[in-house]
């Protein structure tokens, strides 16, 4: 079919053009065969004399700043390059968050606690956020007892944390085996900071303790500063 | 004053000590236990409230959605930032290498160019302001 069509259009087609080979609006004025102008069409069509080079352009602009200069110094950057690159990170993700509790380093999949799903589905948001009344509180009124067998997996914690310290050191306190370390008032910031900062001074003294244990045994005795009570069992302020 | 970084990371710590403490409480429930874990449940309310309240002094701070995927595998996300930054430096020297490789080949066609065309290459030089 189309080669139809041309074969029809084919007779009427113009052999030559009816002004030569020569462009109809931009006459030759140069007949050495050299062209040294440079056309611009567009909106305001122009001819540029270029001088004696084909194709010749402006060279780009000299930008200051380019591959060729060290990024990472001219940005700043060299000291989050050698904290990264000097020393070699630990992979696992309870090393970059280690006081939060429980296991964090099994992948999110498993329980769909991943990040990307709260993006993937975004949470209903919007409203605002309300104490519950007490007729609400009521829907959280428990039974006296354990958690049912397969609801327990969650309370296990990682062997290496610190909390496993304080469970040792309040079970010789009487409380019970579920709690980990003591409940505090966690709305209040002071109070948060102590509890980090009070676990410290008892490491530090215990080492101390052991040092000195031979020698001023006898003092320590009746001394209140090395008395029974450990940093962690002294009154809140 | 602390960096709202550093308040909403203060924050988020206070909160999931609190769901912590809750977890403790309902593991093994006392009924006396009802009265401060009603008090928990209010503050985790509160909790929310206070980490809603520091959305507006982070919204200028963005976060690569691919940091998600490291730390949705239990990896440290700081291995992210060491790729990005191992990724740079590579881009970084490979640039570099071009940039360098291409004035060597300007510089050695010129030379080669001059000993061909001497009339032409000086015209050019002359156009170009001695490059």
Known sequence: ?237 | MSSPLENLETQLEMFIENVRQIRIIVSDFQPQGQSVLNQKIQSLVTGLQEVDKLKSQVHDIHVPTEVFDYIDQGRNPQLYTKDCIDKALAKNEEVKGKIDSYKRFKSHLLSELSKTFPNEIAKYKAIRGGE
Do not use: W
Not at chain 1, 48 to 59: I, Q
């Open chain 1, 1 to 237: 079919m189309m080669s139809d069509q041309f074969r029809k259009v084919e007779p009427y087609s113009p052999k030559s053009s009816p002004r030569g080979a020569r462009s109809p609006v931009v006459s030759r004025q140069d007949s050495s065969g050299t062209l040294k102008t440079t056309i611009s069409l567009g909106k305001n069509p122009s001819i540029v004399h270029s001088g004696p080079f084909y194709l010749m352009k402006e060279p780009p602009g000299e930008c200051e700043l380019t591959g060729a200069t060290n990024l990472m110094a001219y940005y700043g950057l060299e000291h989050s390059y050698s904290k990264f690159n000097g020393k070699k990170l630990k992979e696992s993700l309870s090393s970059f968050l280690p006081n939060l509790p429980g296991i964090l380093d099994g992948p999110g999949q498993e329980d769909n606690s991943t990040l990307g799903s709260v993006i993937a589905k975004r949470p209903i948001g919007g409203k605002e956020l309300l104490p519950l009344t007490s007729a609400q509180l009521a829907g959280f009124r428990l039974h006296p007892g354990p958690l049912p067998e397969q609801y327990r997996y969650v309370s296990a914690t990682p062997p290496k944390r610190h909390k496993t310290k304080h469970k040792k050191h309040k079970h010789k306190d009487g409380v019970p085996s579920g709690q980990e370390t003591p409940l505090q008032d966690s709305s209040n910031p002071d109070t948060y900071e102590k509890k980090h900062k009070k676990q410290k001074r008892h490491d530090d003294d215990k080492e101390r303790k052991k040092r000195k244990k031979e020698k001023k045994r006898k003092k320590q005795k009746h001394s209140p500063e090395h008395g029974g009570l450990t940093p962690s069992q002294h009154p809140l302020p």
